[in-house]
């Protein structure tokens, strides 16, 4: 009996010894899981209050989005106002120029034409060819008027604030007249050699047997046609052959006259202008002639062949120049503004002033002492306050009636 008690009572306590065992177990694995079970409430927390704090913030910057879209899109209308103000001030400055220069021809057409951008660059070389065949069709039938001008070129800073500088477009070379009066000429290759130089040391000086008077030369064809205006003499027109380095031809210039021809450069007497048509003489009549004058000189002998009075004023008149029998006198104010074409005229009677554009050039440092053109390229060669400057334009045809 005794051995049985023992078994019984030891397997009962083996018994309550087991159940304790599990019992711990279990109560540590709630414990752990309850621990865990807290853990994930306090990440499930964690987790709502990060989405709503996304949520918020998300808001917030969305309406400060807003905000900032409606202050830029106001900030715009604002600029595009002030743009369209600037614009309309600019061309009520113009219009009053325009009033207030005396007898302004083209001003009865009221026709304003802007340039708005002026692109800087320059497509040489691919333009070259195209602008030669052009060259060929048009010399046989000159019927071209300018429409605007399409580009300004500065190509540097050299020599005194008046001169004048132009190329020979049969030979390319550039030919540079510092200030108002000389004995010599600046000779360079090209207009690369010429914008690449260093002041006008490397190019070749030209020694002429007299004085050219005014930046109112030409060069044409191997020629240099410049006025000879020493003291107590006449004018005279001479002709210089820049191959052989002599003078060719003088003549005596029509009118006695030494009045200025442009009154906002009065030490140009008469300015000559030579393409394919011919010699441009351009003068005044006399101290009290209102007008420019144009005379038709041949090249080749120097003879008169047909003068006109243009009705163009010399009055605030800057400079002119000669494109397929058009005159086209340039205007600007005293002190300088924007330099404008406001009268033209025809020695063919095809282009009439109210046909022809007011047309503006860019806005630039001062005033033109001279702008030279050359038929070849179609652009024009301006010296403005000692920049020299490459105008090109575009042309349209004449209209015919
Ligand atoms: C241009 O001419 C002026 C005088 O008219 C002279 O002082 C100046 O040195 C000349 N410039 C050059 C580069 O020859």
Redesign the pocket.
């Known amino acids: 009996m005794k051995p049985v008690l023992v078994l019984l009572v030891s397997t009962a306590w083996t018994l309550t010894g087991a159940q304790y065992y599990y019992q711990g177990l279990m109560d540590y694995l709630e414990n752990r899981l309850l621990a865990i079970e807290d853990r994930m409430q306090f990440w499930h927390e964690q987790s709502i209050r990060f989405h709503t704090e996304m949520r918020d913030f998300k808001k917030l910057t969305a309406e400060a989005m807003d905000g900032l879209k409606n202050e830029h899109s106001l900030l715009q209308k604002d600029i595009e106002r002030t743009v369209v103000q600037v614009d309309q001030v600019e061309r009520e400055m113009d219009y009053v120029e325009t009033r207030t220069s005396p007898r302004a021809c083209a001003s009865k057409a009221d026709k304003v034409v802007e340039q708005g951008a002026w692109g800087l660059e320059e497509n040489r070389g691919e333009e070259e060819e195209e602008d030669w065949e052009e060259l060929y069709s048009r010399v046989s039938d000159c019927v071209e008027i300018i429409s605007s001008i399409r580009s300004v070129k500065i190509l540097k800073r050299?020599?005194?604030p008046k001169g004048m500088w132009t190329r020979d477009p049969r030979s390319s070379r550039v030919y540079v007249f510092?200030?108002t009066s000389g004995d010599s000429v600046s000779q360079f290759n090209s207009v690369r050699d010429f914008s690449g130089s260093v002041?006008?040391a490397s190019s070749r000086q030209i020694r002429l047997p007299s004085e050219w008077s005014g930046p109112g030369s030409a060069v044409y064809n191997g020629y240099l046609y410049y006025i000879q205006h020493e003291a107590d003499m006449d004018l005279q027109v001479v002709k210089y052959d820049l191959l052989s380095a002599s003078v060719t031809d003088i003549a005596m210039f029509p009118v006695e006259s030494h009045a200025a021809v442009y009154t906002l450069n009065p030490e140009i007497v008469v300015d000559l202008a030579a393409d394919d048509e011919g010699l441009w003489l351009l003068y005044a009549a006399g101290d009290s002639e209102p007008n420019i004058n144009l005379a038709k000189m041949d090249p080749a002998t120097l003879d008169i062949e047909e003068i006109w009075d243009t009705r163009c004023p010399r009055d605030n008149a800057e400079a002119a120049f000669v494109v397929c029998g058009t005159v086209y006198v340039v205007y600007n104010t005293s002190p300088a503004s924007r330099s404008r074409i406001q009268c033209v005229f025809d020695v063919n009677d095809m282009v009439i002033n109210a046909e022809a554009p007011l047309l503006y050039f860019p806005r630039r440092y001062g005033s033109h002492a001279s702008l030279k053109y050359n038929p070849e390229e179609k652009q024009l060669y301006g010296w403005d306050d000692g920049y020299q400057i490459i105008y090109r334009l575009t042309m349209k045809r004449k209209l015919l009636v």
Request: hydrophobic share 30%; no cysteine.
């Open positions: 050299v020599g005194s510092n200030g002041g006008l």
